[in-house]
């Protein structure tokens, strides 16, 4: 659904995006990370045939952004991070303008639009001119109008910035209704669990360049070793010593309790317990610490500091 070889972009002489290779497969989300500035929207304005690449190439929904722009603008929905809306017109003209646009008949025009606004709380509002919506509701509004046309690859830019927590998961469930094997989504956020919750997918982008990307859990693993797990125990262990098997390392310890990793915790964790219970210490829990989203990213950005240095 979505593939780029090498895409680059150059502005007087400053390689705003430079080597990004990305595949995406239909069905799939990914979510792009990183910090102001990484490359993230020049990225995704290649994507849908906005800007031109320098180098390289970028087929969406099976077209050439630059040899067949049209064809691509028609295949992409996009929330942008400045939306355009039209402050002197209502709601619901403004989706049956943008459905001409599109190319959808009256029918097509009024049903959908009548679902989107619907579906985002903004029925209420739709004879209400747009440059008396809240940010929150223009965020909506956007969205619904990069819905309209039902596109099979949704390029979303900050898609709950500026909403209430309410509106946020409005949001974030109508992106997990809209994941299907047809529709490819890629999300544009700092909201790491946001990220997390919604992606199949990460890439990490900085300075232009992706530095790491994959699955959440490969990530994890790669950048930060296997899980680590806690071992509380109901008193302090006055300095009992507790041995670890040998697919288990150390992390940290405390007086009543320790942490360790292991890459093996189906094997590793059901026969530390039986052997500290053999010897009655008193096992209060055993729980799993999650490598969190933050972590991966931080992790990432470190390397590629550490990785710029050592080439200087």
């Known amino acids: 659904m979505l593939e780029t070889h090498d895409l680059s972009k150059q502005f007087d002489g400053f390689w705003a995006v430079d080597g990004v290779n990305l595949s995406l497969s239909a069905g799939?989300?990914?979510?792009?990370?990183?910090?102001?500035?990484?490359?993230?929207?020049?990225?995704?304005?290649?994507?849908?045939?906005?800007?031109?690449?320098?180098?390289?190439?970028?087929?969406?929904?099976?077209?050439?952004v630059v040899l067949q722009a049209d064809r691509v603008r028609a295949s992409v929905g996009v929330l942008t991070e400045q939306h355009g809306l039209y402050n002197r017109m209502p709601a619901h003209e403004y989706l049956d303008?943008?459905?001409?646009?599109?190319?959808?008949d009256a029918h097509q025009r009024k049903q959908r639009s009548d679902r989107l606004l619907h579906d985002f709380g903004l029925e209420k509002?739709?004879?209400?001119?747009?440059?008396?919506?809240?940010?929150?509701?223009?965020?909506?509004?956007?969205?619904?109008?990069?819905?309209?046309?039902?596109?099979p690859i949704l390029l979303l830019d900050e898609p709950t910035s500026a909403m209430d927590p309410e509106s946020a998961r409005l949001v974030r469930d109508t992106i997990k209704r809209l994941r299907s094997s047809k529709r490819t989504i890629i999300i544009c956020t700092h909201n790491l669990a946001e990220a997390e919750e919604l992606a199949d997918k990460i890439a990490i982008i900085r300075d232009g360049r992706i530095i790491a990307q994959g699955t959440i859990a490969s990530l994890k693993l790669n950048l930060l070793g296997p899980t680590e797990?806690?071992?509380?125990?109901?008193?302090?262990?006055?300095?009992?010593?507790?041995?670890?098997?040998?697919?288990?390392?150390?992390?940290a310890h405390g007086e009543d309790w320790i942490r360790y990793r292991t890459s093996q915790p189906e094997l590793v964790n059901p026969a530390l317990l039986r052997d500290l219970l053999s010897l009655g210490l008193p096992v209060l829990s055993l729980q799993q610490l999650p490598h969190s989203l933050e972590r991966v990213y931080l992790q990432a950005i470190q390397n590629s500091e550490k990785m710029a240095a050592a080439n200087v």
């Open 97 to 104: 303008f943008f459905g001409q646009v599109y190319g959808l």
């Open 28 to 64: 799939e989300v990914l979510a792009l990370l990183g910090p102001n500035g990484a490359g993230k929207t020049t990225t995704v304005r290649m994507l849908t045939s906005i800007l031109r690449p320098t180098r390289g190439r970028a087929i969406v929904n099976g077209y050439d």
């Open 125 to 151: 509002s739709r004879k209400q001119r747009i440059g008396e919506f809240s940010k929150g509701m223009r965020q909506k509004l956007a969205l619904a109008r990069a819905l309209l046309h039902d596109p």
């Open 229 to 251: 797990y806690e071992l509380r125990f109901a008193s302090p262990l006055n300095g009992t010593k507790i041995t670890l098997p040998s697919d288990a390392e150390e992390v």
